[in-house]
């Protein structure tokens, strides 16, 4: 999010859903990496959640208003983790304007495209209802703050 000249805009919610292009530090080719390995070995979990973490506080910044609902890594425990425990302090530390959301419940490697790091479009129908199970009950909240 980078602030511009023009039109000011002050989004009610935010959805930032993180993946796995970013946990991969951007890498976006399909097939084998350069050097032969799985893209498994290529994972960087805490740098991944440190960005996100360091775009939460720059949206914070920018849009000191807006709910913001951040979704993990459904690729990486130790990313979602560190996501989640760093989502977990700036609550701690006064801010209400944050949730966590799990998006990947009931999924499967079945649910991966055949690149095996994307989703389907199983996947993909089980993320957005999970986004909308946060969402509905949520919509109270956000209205009444």
């Known amino acids: 999010m980078v602030p511009v ?27 084998p990496w350069p050097d032969g390995n799985d893209t498994s070995q290529h994972l960087r979990p805490m740098a991944a959640a440190n960005n996100v973490l360091d775009c939460v506080d720059l949206i ?8 913001i609902f951040v979704a993990g890594f459904g690729y990486s425990a130790a990313a979602s983790d560190i996501i989640k425990t760093g989502i977990d302090i700036r609550i701690g530390k ?15 490697t079945g649910d991966l495209s055949p690149d095996k790091v994307n ?3 199983s996947g993909y129908l089980k993320m957005a209802q999970s986004w909308y199970e946060v969402l509905i009950p949520s919509s109270d909240i956000i209205s009444g703050r």
């Open 5 to 31: 000249d023009g039109p000011s805009f002050n989004p009610q919610v935010i959805l930032m859903g993180v993946g796995t292009n970013d946990l991969l530090g951007g890498w976006t080719k399909h097939g």
């Open 60 to 67: 914070r910044k920018l849009a000191p208003d807006s709910f």
């Open 94 to 108: 006064g801010a209400t304007n944050l949730q966590y959301v799990w998006l990947f419940n009931n999924f499967t």
């Open 119 to 121: 989703p389907s479009r």
